[in-house]
């Protein structure tokens, strides 16, 4: 038993003589290890931790054992760089204001839709309202018959002419046809629920039609499906 102690305090003596020698205290305190400093008759110094041999001059010190320092605390380690904020995403949407429509009523009582409220201004001659065509007098015999009308805005007919009073003689004939005006239709505005359920029905009749309608007619009704799928997006969300 007193070897086991005496080898452990061989173990640590060199530690304990370092610190002896030069003058410095120990850090921690564990327990108590006795040194010997022996002299011998040449006067050279020596420590021990066993008791000097005969004929040495033994000085006995008891010191406490050294121990190493508790660790020192590690540093924090620098606390991480706030992540980079990504600006959040603004995204604009520009929506146009939806488009009027107007249901046009034609003196004939036919009803037509147009995109203005100006309908469809057309310019026909007085005589088809109603007032007097100017007609020279015809000398030589002969006549004419007129036959012209309105329809849709249109003004056609045929004039004839009969040339065969007077022996083959066929002087000029004029018929004068006095100054115009325009007609303009009466033309008021949908609700819009009522221009979307026109729209819907117009894009429905075009694929009816599509299958039967030959190749020039398909393309004009590809491009007006395309601009009334366009107008429903715009102008048809909440209807």
Known sequence: MQRACRHRVRVVLPAVIAAAAAGMPCLAIADDVT?????????????????CVAGEKQQVQTMQRPVDPPPRPQPA???PPPP?????????????????????VTPDGETY???????NPRW???WTLGYPVVVPHRRHGGGF????GVHDGRIDGRI???????GGHRPPIAVGYPAGTWIRDA??????????????????ELGRRYNSALQSERQQITRERRGIDARLANDCRNH
Do not use: N
Not at 84 to 104: G, H, I, N
Not at 113 to 119: K, L, R
Not at 145 to 148: L, S, W, Y
């Open 113 to 119: 839709t147009s995109e203005t409220p100006e309908g």
């Open 77 to 79: 380690p620098p606390a």
């Open 35 to 51: 040194i010997y400093r022996c002299t011998d008759a040449q006067g050279r110094l020596s420590l021990r931790d066993t008791p």
């Open 160 to 166: 004839t002419i009969d040339h065969s009073i007077g």
């Open 187 to 204: 033309c008021h505005p949908l609700p819009q629920q009522e221009v979307c359920d026109r729209l819907r029905d117009r894009r429905s």
């Open 84 to 104: 980079a904020t990504t600006p959040p995403v603004v995204q604009t949407v520009v929506l146009q204001p939806p488009r009027p429509m107007y249901e046009c």
């Open 145 to 148: 018959r007129a036959d012209v």
């Open 124 to 126: 026909v001659p007085l």
